[in-house]
């Protein structure tokens, strides 16, 4: 096997929610693959931390802190990041936030601060970073784009988060309408569909229904960890998945295929 399918040294990888959760894994494996990586993040302390953090092993990682959720501010990253690098190979679109409530009462303020930060910010982030991407992109090794969305979005979920779900689900049809645009622009768009991973996003599910319950209807029995997303992570990023576009992977230890 030609060793370079899974070179990403030198490239360059923009990840938004990178300073924890699951961007966290994406910024930590591209890091270790040897790119250099700005994270996104609306805690700036938090964000500068761990671009800090990562760059003391041995990387190369950068703090863009900014709110995503507003388009003024989506403009001034994408400005930023433009000031500092001509290309963009992969751009990873994880920030994201959530919000539950029951169907009788759900407010329009948790269904507009989802909608606005889940589906609306990687649809202007990447319309923003385009020419980066095209000089990046070439059509033995198109750039990435990279959405998060979420097993949520593919099932009924166990809770009551219906903008949460909806706008994932969104967010997968949005990745098969971009990479039937972009591919002949060379540059692959694909989407993530986590399920229940040791994050914070899954601490409200553990304090409802208990770890051994929450497994129950999960095949495998475990939740994901750092290893099982840096792999899908680099294999989506590198030229191994060149001819990999407009697809939604479930990465959630069977959920999804065994329900």
């Known amino acids: 096997m030609d060793s370079g399918l899974f070179d990403l040294a030198g490239k360059v990888a923009v990840v ?34 761990v671009a800090a953090e990562l760059s003391a092993q041995g990387g190369a990682c950068s703090a863009l ?16 990041f433009r000031a500092r690098e001509p290309a963009l190979h992969v751009l990873v679109n994880n920030a994201g936030t959530a919000w539950g409530d029951h169907l009788d009462t759900f ?13 609306k910010s990687p649809f202007f982030l990447m319309q923003k970073l385009l020419p980066q991407l095209e000089a990046a992109a070439r059509p033995d090794d198109p750039a990435r ?5 979420s097993v949520d979005g593919l099932h ?13 689900a969104g967010l997968h049809h949005l990745t098969r309408m971009l990479a039937s645009h972009l591919a002949a622009r060379h ?35 475990r939740l994901g960890q750092h290893d099982d997303m840096a792999g899908v992570a680099v294999f989506l990023a590198a030229r191994a998945s060149a001819f990999v576009t ?8 069977g959920l999804i295929g065994g329900s």
């Open 246 to 253: 407009g697809v939604t992977l479930a990465v959630d230890g």
């Open 156 to 168: 009924v979920p166990l809770f009551e988060n219906f903008s949460y779900a909806a706008a994932k």
């Open 65 to 80: 802190p900014g709110e995503l959720s507003r388009l003024d501010e989506v403009e001034r990253i994408a400005a930023e």
């Open 16 to 49: 938004t929610g990178g300073s924890r959760g699951i961007g966290l894994m994406f910024a930590r494996a591209y890091v270790e693959a040897g790119m250099r990586v700005y994270i996104v993040a609306r805690n700036a302390e938090r964000c500068d931390a």
């Open 187 to 221: 540059i692959n768009v694909n989407a993530v569909a986590p399920g229940y991973f040791d994050t914070d996003m899954t601490a409200p599910m553990l304090g409802k229904m208990g770890l051994d319950a929450l497994l129950d209807i999960v095949p495998q029995k």
């Open 145 to 149: 784009v990279l959405n998060l969305g």
């Open 107 to 119: 407010p329009e303020k948790g269904w507009d601060k989802v909608m606005d930060l889940n589906l």
